[in-house]
């Protein structure tokens, strides 16, 4: 079973910026996908942002140009940086990873943009 663990949520003006990091209890080299996905109150879970094991990334249209997501092997974890954030960015984000064609989510962790 493998275990993630996020951090970096937080309380952010708008305009600032935010680094999430999300890190796996194991190797992530093998990675089929890692990403991010948010939710906010009432509404669905969605994609912010993933990362294939080839390299490509593929962002949702309303983060394009402010969000980065990277990864750090040797660390088995992804981060999300996010930038230039907006009060619709408000929600928790929860981390994800598709590891030998298994999924897994982490707990999430409260992003908060004030205007």
């Known amino acids: 079973q493998v275990q993630l663990v996020e951090s970096g949520g937080g309380l952010v003006q708008a305009g600032g910026s935010l680094r999430l990091s999300c890190v796996a209890s194991m190797s992530i080299f093998s990675m089929n996908v890692m990403g991010w996905y948010r939710q906010a109150p009432g509404n669905e879970r969605e994609l912010v942002a993933r990362?294939?094991?080839?390299?490509?990334?593929n962002y949702a249209d309303s983060v394009k140009g402010r969000f980065t997501i990277s990864r750090d092997n040797a660390k088995s974890t992804v981060n999300l940086q996010m930038d230039s954030l907006k009060p619709e960015d408000t929600a928790t984000y929860y981390c994800?990873?598709?590891?030998?064609?298994?999924?897994?989510w982490g707990q999430g962790t409260l992003v908060t943009v004030s205007s």
């Open positions: 990362l294939t094991r080839s390299g490509t990334t």
């Open positions: 994800y990873l598709n590891l030998m064609d298994r999924e897994y």
